[in-house]
Each structure stands twice: as C-alpha cells, then as structure tokens.
C-alpha cells in the first residue's frame, strides 16, 4: 500500500485537538470542519477492531462513570459510519468513556462523525490513546507495528506523526520480540516496560520475568544484575548464574532486612560472588544505613 501522502502527514501532524475537533455544546447541531457533531443511542455504537487498547482498569471504569453520572459525559466520542443503514456507528476514539457511559446508564452519548477510511481511524485511535498515556507498551507497539504493516509507514515518519522520538518507537516495537507469556505480564501490569526492555533477547526471559516479580526487583536491580553476567574482557564466559534463590538464601536476605528494618536482596554471582542491594525510600534511613557500616555496628 502507497506511504503516506503529505496531505495525510500534516493533518495528523496538528495533534489530537484537530482531529477531534473542539468541543461544541451538545444540543446544538453543526457541522464543523472536522465532522458532524450529534446525539446517538449508545447502542448503536459498537467497539472498533482497529482500538489498540485491549486492556481497560475495571477500578479506572467506575470511577469515570461516577464521574459521569455527576458531571455527564463533556468530550464527544470521534466515530464513523459502520454499513449502509447509517444507524450504526464505530467508535475511532472514546471506548473507554463509553463503556463508562454504559455503567452510568446512560442513553443517549455525544459523538462527532467522521467518514474515515482504515487507516484515518487506526491512526486517529493511536495517536489518542498515546497522547493520553491510555495504553501499555504492548498495546503502543502493536499500535505502531499496525500502521508500518498496514499502510508502509517508515519509522521516521510515523515518529514524526505521533511526536515520539525514533528510537522510543523502535524500543517500544521491540517489545513485541518478547514470548507472548512475557508480553501478558506487561499487559497486566505486573511487569514494567522498563522491566521488558531489558528482557528482549534473552532466551531465560520468562524465567527471569517471574523471578523479577517474585523478588520484587526494580530495573536497576535487574540491569546490575545482568551487568554481572556479561563475558569478561579476556574473551571467556563466566557462568551464567541463576536468579532462582534456594530457602537459605532467602532466609539471609529476610535477616538482614529485618536487621536493618529495609529490603535486602541478595543477587548471587559466579565464583561465589555477588551483589547485595539495599532499597531506601528517604534520606533518614538512607542515614540510618549508612551510620551502621560506618560505626560497625
């Protein structure tokens, strides 16, 4: 499929205000540049497949319909025309708020209408949901590997476009190298991007996924972790160690915590070596630590 015009570049370039159009009272009936703005029933609109955004917080969910039960629902949905009765409706950008507007039982919901082809649409939800943080990284890189797939986007253009820089496109795309099992846990936010990211490549990578939550590692954690795994200089390997703990080691590192009333994790080396890290959330017990190594005691 042909890339890109630069018509097409230019109006995605404006950002999310133009695309949707501005707001505009809800009983009144216009026709602004961007689309037709009107009242619909809210069971005439149906979920886009082309919505990155598969994951939605049922506790984010409630709140928004409360949200919308007091105050009513401000911003209009973006949708398209779906078939030929020109009853229907698909929704480009908004599902989140009207699945919250179901929840508040509502019936009727503004939309502004807007004939979009495939692509206007995919892109119109992309660049929404990015620019309101909605999406988790598998979400943002499926997103994006859909438009370079689907429609030729290069990834300097589509950077350009989402107001991303290139190199956070192509880490975010490299996510998708993950297992799928990996993948799940970003999804559910039990595992960072950040964490992902240094997971890419490694062939232990669900193995250090779940180990990663069951210890509770942060990134630094992890990438020191990995730094103490790297071959030496001499051009031999040293062993790879395990992240798996066996019970004495976790007794240790429940022994020290408990010592100095902060988590100790222990991250074991080849050749009996290691690392110990200690995690401090304030400068007191920042202090605290460091009184006790410096007296001794």
């Not at 009996?272 to 410096?294: A, C, H, M, P, W």
């Amino acid at each position: 499929m042909a890339a890109p015009t630069p018509a097409q570049k230019n109006r995605l370039g404006r950002g999310l205000a133009s695309l949707i159009g501005d707001n505009v009272p809800v009983n009144a009936r216009v026709l602004p540049g961007h689309g037709e703005q009107r009242m619909v029933p809210i069971d005439r609109l149906k979920p886009s497949p082309y919505n990155p955004r598969k994951n939605f917080n049922e506790a984010e969910l409630e709140e928004l319909a409360t949200s919308i039960r007091e105050r009513g629902l401000v911003q209009p949905l973006v949708v398209r025309p779906l078939g030929t009765s020109g009853l229907e409706y698909e929704i480009v950008a908004g599902e989140r708020r009207w699945r919250a507007a179901q929840r508040a039982s509502l019936h009727l919901i503004p939309v502004i209408v807007r004939p979009l082809s495939d692509q206007e649409a995919l892109e119109i939800a992309i660049i929404e949901n990015v620019q309101r943080a909605d999406l988790n990284a598998i979400e943002e890189a499926t997103g994006y590997r859909d438009l370079i797939d689907r429609f030729g986007y290069k990834q300097e253009e589509l950077a350009e476009i989402i107001g991303k820089s290139r190199s956070h496109l192509a880490n975010t795309m490299r996510l998708l190298k993950l297992p799928e099992s990996v993948q799940k846990l970003v999804r559910s936010g039990e595992l960072s991007a950040g964490h992902a990211r240094a997971l890419v490549g490694r062939e232990d990578a669900e193995t250090v996924a779940k180990e990663i939550i069951k210890q509770g590692l942060n990134v630094r954690d992890v990438e020191a972790l990995f730094q103490s795994k790297r071959p030496s200089s001499s051009g031999g390997s040293s062993a790879v160690p395990t992240l798996a703990k066996d019970a004495d080691l976790r007794a240790v590192e429940r022994e020290m915590s408990d010592a100095l009333g902060l988590t100790v994790v222990v991250i074991p080396g080849a050749n009996n070596t290691g690392e110990i890290l200690i995690r401090y959330k304030t400068l007191d017990q920042f202090e605290s630590v460091r009184k006790r190594f410096v007296s001794g005691a």
